[in-house]
Each structure stands twice: as C-alpha cells, then as structure tokens.
C-alpha cells in the first residue's frame, strides 16, 4: 500500500522560497505521476503542480507558473516542489497526491488521485 510522507513547509516571508519533499514508502514511487495540490483556510483545494513518472512532462497552475518546480528523484523515491518568490496568497495547506498505480501522467483534477499525503503548512506573512 503507497504511503505519501511529506515534509517541509513552515513560515516564511514575501519573496522567500520554500522546498517541499514527498517521499513514497511501502511501494516504488518509479510508475507513479505525482501532483501537488493546496487548499487556503475557506477555499477548495486547488491544483498546484504535477510530473509524470519519469519526470519528462511536467503542468503547473497559472498562478505558480514561473515560480514553483516540481521535480522527481526517483532514486530516493521522492519528488520535491521547489517555491520560490512566495507570495501571501501562496499560503495553504499543501498536499501532494499519486494516482492509482501505473498512471505515468496525470492532470489537474483531483478526482485523478487515489492517494494522499498527510499535508504540510506553509504560510507567507512579513
């Protein structure tokens, strides 16, 4: 059974950056797509990110266009959303998600995902 683990996060300033890691357990993380998704306090979670399983094919939301990369390190059966330029409007719960096993690409809905981590704040405040 995949098991996502996250870590990372925390509080940081207008303009900062941030890395979040996702690390897989109880299965290879090499046949998974993986998404990042965020939900603010009263929003829905929203779509942020995705890589497919081999990393060639990556999307991201509009809004984090530019700023945010999403990456894989299948090696060590982690993917990592590198934030940079974090702006207050970035702040939310941040999830990362794998879809049902063998799913090498996957898109922005959430419906796609079968399996979650555990979340991780991030908060962007002066």
């Known amino acids: 059974q995949l098991q996502l683990v996250q870590s990372g996060g925390g509080l940081v300033q207008p303009g900062e950056s941030l890395t979040l890691s996702c690390a897989a357990s109880?299965?290879?993380?090499?046949?998974?797509?993986i998404g990042w998704f965020r939900q603010a306090p009263g929003k829905e979670r929203e779509f942020v990110a995705t890589?497919?399983?081999?990393?060639?094919?990556?999307h991201y939301a509009y809004s984090v266009k530019g700023r945010f990369t999403i990456s894989r390190d299948n090696a060590k059966n982690t993917v990592y959303l590198q934030m940079n330029s974090l702006k207050p409007e970035d702040t939310a719960l941040y999830y990362c998600?794998?879809?049902?096993?063998?799913?090498?690409?996957?898109?922005?809905?959430?419906?796609?995902?079968?399996?979650w981590g555990q979340g991780t704040q991030v908060t962007v405040s002066s």
């Open positions: 109880g299965v290879t993380l090499d046949y998974f797509a």
């Open positions: 890589i497919s399983w081999s990393g060639d094919y990556t």
């Open positions: 998600a794998a879809p049902s096993p063998g799913t090498l690409i996957a898109g922005r809905f959430r419906g796609e995902y079968d399996y």
